[in-house]
T-cell receptor, first 116, second 113 residues
Framework: DARVTQTPRHKVTEMGQEVTMRCQPI?????VFWYRQTMMQGLELLAYFRNRAPLDDSGMPKDRFSAEMPDATLATLKIQPSEPRDSAVYFC??????????????FGPGTRLLVL | AQKITQTQPGMFVQEKEAVTLDCTYDTSDQSYGLFWYKQPSSGEMIFLIYQGSYDEQNATEGRYSLNFQKARKSANLVISASQLGDSAMYFCAMREQYEKLTFGTGTRLTIIP
């Protein structure tokens, strides 16, 4: 049963610290997405990649957030320095462009981040 | 303007009854996709069902069906014979270009035994 995996599942850190979240997309999927979910803003798209190339990161605060795909099996989202307002659940999702249901995304379990 | 509107913040439904979750959307694209996701209390997002704008028949997946009314721009999710495990947040989403999804604010469904 193929799944998107994310690590860590939970992270508590202090303001100013660097946070790195990792995602392993479903093998064979060529698109990867990073979302943030908060009570106030709901689900927001932060960035997404196709075939490892960044296509859109307009939803991301550029000064502190960065997203990369060093290889096809790993996507990372970094926050440096972290702030309390970054506290949220961060989801990674992957999909396959060639699939009939274009746009269907399969989500990982999320990383619950708390910045104190 | 909201692209995806879910007007029911919360719903309570008796077990075994059918339930309809409302979703309306706004787009000027001819080609788009509509999705429903379920988020149980554990937090994961689970894909339920997909409807393409050119699909003539309503999508069905087991107990889930999507009531697609293109002229009214609505894509309601129907769950037949609800179960206690259906209690969750439900999100409607739309893809307009490439693979970017826009999500609604969600409906919290509670199934009452």
């Amino acid at each position: 049963d193929a799944r998107v995996t994310q690590t860590p599942r939970h992270k508590v850190t202090e303001m100013g610290q660097e946070v790195t979240m990792r995602c392993q997309p479903i093998l064979g999927h060529n698109t990867v997405f990073w979302y943030r979910q908060t009570m106030m803003q709901g689900l927001e798209l932060l960035a997404y990649f196709r075939n490892r190339a960044p296509l859109d990161d307009s939803g991301m605060p550029k000064d502190r957030f960065s997203a990369e795909m060093p290889d096809a099996t790993l996507a990372t989202l970094k926050i440096q320095p972290s702030e309390p307002r970054d506290s949220a659940v961060y989801f990674c999702a992957s999909g396959l462009l060639a699939a009939a249901r274009i746009g269907t995304q399969y989500f990982g379990p999320g990383t619950r981040l708390l910045v104190l | 303007a909201q692209k995806i509107t879910q007007t029911q913040p919360g719903m309570f439904v008796q077990e075994k009854e059918a339930v309809t979750l409302d979703c309306t959307y706004d787009t000027s694209d001819q080609s788009y996709g509509l999705f429903w996701y379920k988020q149980p209390s554990s937090g994961e997002m689970i894909f339920l069902i997909y409807q393409g704008s050119y699909d003539e028949q309503n999508a069905t997946e087991g107990r889930y069906s999507l009531n697609f009314q293109k002229a009214r721009k609505s894509a309601n999710l129907v769950i037949s014979a609800s179960q206690l495990g259906d209690s969750a947040m439900y999100f409607c989403a739309m893809r307009e270009q490439y693979e970017k999804l826009t999500f609604g604010t969600g409906t919290r469904l509670t199934i009452i035994p």
